[in-house]
């Protein structure tokens, strides 16, 4: 494909975290958070395998680590990263890209951390720096979010790493409770 090369591997160290893809060898991680049944702030590439793994074949796990996650970095259309706190080696959350559009150079950021470990700036720490590596190392001239206007954590991560909000699509996302209104906020690269 014309434009972006493909994506270095990314390894970021940020304040508390190491931010880095899956490997094969993060089983015992993985099922840790299998384990105290926190897959659903996955990103929705993720869901449906580590869905599977949670009936308990460790296969599934194996194949998941090995094969599918890499699914959207071979693609060319995104990357599942981790967000391993190094104060205990677990991982607290996920972050990843996603619509990656290889000619004008832009993503999408979406994440999620695990209910225990909200609220004391993991999300933060995360977007601000996969944000920066994206815009930099990354290639990328934009990263964009979508959330829903009444995801005021997320809106306030997402205003606490300095992205700006350039809209709102009316009832753009249909959930089990109904419509939402959908924010577009977006970072460019000349604004880090
Ligand atoms: C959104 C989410 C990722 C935030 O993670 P986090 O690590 O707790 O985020 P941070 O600690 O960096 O910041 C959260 C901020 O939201 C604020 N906040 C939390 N709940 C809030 C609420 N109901 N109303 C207003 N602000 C709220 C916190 O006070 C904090 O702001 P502060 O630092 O000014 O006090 C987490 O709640 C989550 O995983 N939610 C489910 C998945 C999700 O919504 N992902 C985003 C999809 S766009």
Redesign the pocket.
């Known amino acids: 494909m014309a434009g972006l090369p493909d994506f270095p591997e990314v390894r970021i160290s940020a304040g508390r975290l190491d931010i880095r893809e899956f490997g094969p060898a993060d089983a015992g991680l993985v099922s840790e958070v299998l384990q105290g049944g926190d897959w659903?702030?996955l990103s929705t590439a993720l869901v449906g395998p580590v869905g599977a793994s949670d009936t308990g074949d460790p296969a599934d796990l194996d194949w998941w680590l090995a094969d599918a996650v890499h699914e959207p970095r071979r693609d060319g259309t995104g990357l599942d990263l981790m967000m391993l706190a190094r104060e205990d080696d677990q991982i607290?959350?996920w972050i990843y890209l996603t619509d990656v559009d290889r000619y004008a150079c832009s993503a999408q950021i979406?994440?999620?951390?695990?209910?225990h470990?909200?609220?004391?700036?993991?999300?933060?720490?995360?977007?601000v720096a996969v944000s920066r590596w994206a815009l930099t190392a990354g290639g990328l001239q934009r990263v964009w979010?979508?959330?829903?206007t009444d995801?005021?954590?997320?809106?306030?991560?997402?205003k606490?790493a300095g992205v700006t909000q350039e809209g709102t699509l009316r009832r753009a996302s249909l959930e089990e409770d109904g419509l939402h209104d959908v924010a577009v906020l977006a970072l460019l690269d000349d604004e880090i």
């Open positions: 659903l702030p607290v959350g979406g994440y999620g951390v695990r209910p470990a909200r609220g004391r700036g993991f999300a933060t720490e995360a977007l979010l979508s959330v829903n995801n005021l954590a997320s809106l306030r991560v997402a606490k």
